[in-house]
């Protein structure tokens, strides 16, 4: 009876101390959030169940976009080097031609509306700051015009693929103009010290964000950084769901690339753990019948 007396002291104290560090400082540190939303309801400035011109969004995108944007899976180039670009507008423009993939419809067509809206960087770009976005806002198109734009950028996007080098296409398409990633040779192609003066800090590298800030976190933060990290600069980038899981696998396959085997590790650890005990307990029982 003594000895089952200690060892609920023992656990108690374990788990009080476990409480203590583990559970509550989670839920202190990353505290629950809403669930992500692949279809960002909260823009409404475009009807999206228009259905688009392919032929007369080829048109408007050339008169309206081409000027800044490569489209290079249609052979527009881009317009200038990207330290010129990065110094003309701060950062350097994407280029368009997994934009219909990537981008969720009703984000893309909002953000040709309003980008700073769609963003949610209006706390970045406002009359005090002095600053203006780079790429100005088209709510003087129609809706139809707008998604007119949205269907032809989709009819030009790639084929979706599967495996790391479609994962890397989109890791780059969505973060690279900012981020770098060491671990994959990847730099951002916006010169460090402009996308620093552009953002108000570096951009991380991203070669270990999978790890130290988890999946979980990672999932709920490239959907809507503002959520969890209130007045950064780091745009709401309006991935859809599939392409945002190929971000993240993508970090997690240059970041944590022993995940796999590390798991399989776990079920003999467990049985280790196991027999360790068994032996530990056998040993006890010998002592201690000698003792007695």
């Known amino acids: 009876m003594k000895e089952f007396k200690i060892l609920a002291v023992i656990v108690a104290l374990v788990g009080i101390t476990y409480y203590g560090i583990?559970?509550?400082a989670h839920h202190v540190m990353h505290p629950e959030v809403a669930p992500a939303d692949f279809t960002f309801k909260d823009l409404k400035n475009v009807d999206t169940s228009l259905v688009g011109n392919v032929e007369n969004g080829k048109v408007l995108v050339e008169a309206n976009c081409i000027a800044c944007h490569s489209i290079e899976s249609v052979g527009h180039p881009q317009v200038m080097p990207n330290a010129d670009a990065?110094?003309?507008?701060?950062?350097v423009p994407p280029?368009?031609?997994g934009a219909g993939w990537i981008y969720d419809k009703n984000y893309l067509a909002n953000f040709i509306y309003d980008p700073v809206s769609a963003?949610?960087?209006?706390?970045?770009?406002?009359?005090?700051?002095?600053?203006a976005f780079p790429m100005p806002s088209y709510n003087w198109m129609s809706a139809q015009e707008i998604?007119?734009?949205?269907?032809?950028?989709?009819?030009?996007?790639?084929?979706?693929?599967?495996?790391?080098?479609?994962h890397k296409k989109t890791f780059e398409a969505a973060c690279g103009r900012c981020h770098s990633m060491a671990?994959?040779?990847l730099e951002s192609t916006t010169p460090i010290d402009t996308i620093k003066t552009y953002m108000g800090a570096t951009p991380p590298d991203l070669s270990q964000y999978i790890k130290s800030r988890g999946e979980h976190y990672l999932y709920s933060f490239i959907n809507d950084p503002q959520v969890l990290l209130p007045g950064t600069a780091m745009?709401?980038?309006?991935?859809?769901?599939?392409?945002?899981?190929?971000?993240?696998?993508?970090?997690?396959?240059?970041?944590?690339?022993?995940?796999?085997e590390r798991e399989s590790l776990g079920i003999w650890v467990m049985i280790y753990?196991?027999?360790f005990a068994i032996l530990a307990y056998l040993w006890k029982r010998k002592i201690w019948s000698e003792v007695h």
């Open 273 to 275: 753990t196991l027999i």
């Open 95 to 97: 280029d368009l031609s």
């Open 86 to 91: 990065a110094a003309s507008y701060g950062v």
């Open 183 to 185: 671990y994959a040779g």
């Open 147 to 166: 998604m007119d734009i949205v269907a032809y950028l989709q009819s030009v996007a790639p084929t979706a693929k599967s495996g790391t080098e479609s």
């Open 235 to 260: 745009p709401r980038t309006g991935l859809n769901k599939k392409a945002q899981e190929e971000v993240i696998a993508y970090m997690e396959e240059i970041g944590d690339r022993k995940k796999a």
């Open 22 to 24: 583990e559970p509550y």
């Open 119 to 131: 963003m949610k960087l209006q706390h970045k770009f406002t009359p005090e700051s002095g600053k």
